[in-house]
């Protein structure tokens, strides 16, 4: 808490892929201290992507996993530096549709998931002409896993769009699963049972994006 984790480059030709979270081979992963600007330590693990960093955890793909269908995360722990691999429980019949992503608070990592024939199909249009279609639709899963257990705490049906993605609340209490170009899933993390909600974004002289989403807490009124 209060710190924050980097990739710096190292090498005159080090390079990370704009709009990704790729790192080149010459990256060091680092926890700073941004009050003293100093590095409090230097993990010693080699990641292809990054998939998120909490006050716990530090989530992300070994590079020569690059490519390949995700089944499971390397989660390192951010005091002790010390990485462990945690399977993830697919489903039968699906695989993971886009990134998994580490809750704020808590030992819990959600991800939306496919079956293989929606899989094709949304990875056919991702290969045309066009470049995919946002608003693309397929009833998929979304799942949440605690990564200190391996046990599951989530698993519900969910509609999901082919350009989506999936945040946490800050208090980890929700998911906002993308399901349209301009809808939402509200997925409530602390039941199996409790309503989803859909929340259409409003649109007037623009049109709301939904690929790419930043979730906020209100703080109360003083």
Known sequence: PGGFVSGPNVGANAVRIPGTAEFSRETPVQLWNPVSGTVVRTYRIDPGW????????????????????VSSVEITTVSAGMTRRVALPLSAGD???RNPVLAPRGPYLAWTEVSKATFRRFSSYAGSDAGGLPDLQGLGRVEI???????????RPVMI???????WSPDAHYLFVSSGL?????????????RIRNVRLPSHDYMPDTELLMVTLRAASR
Not at 50 to 57: R, T
Not at 145 to 155: N, P, S, W, Y
Not at 161 to 167: F, M, R
Request: no cysteine.
């Open 50 to 69: 990054i998939y998120g960093v909490s006050d716990q955890y530090l989530a992300w793909q070994p590079r020569s996993w690059t490519g390949q269908p």
């Open 95 to 97: 695989v993971i549709w």
């Open 145 to 155: 896993v605690d990564v200190a257990t391996g046990r599951v705490v989530l698993d």
């Open 161 to 167: 769009v082919w350009g989506g993605t999936v945040h």
């Open 182 to 194: 301009t809808a939402l899933n509200v997925v409530p993390t602390w039941s199996a049972t409790a």
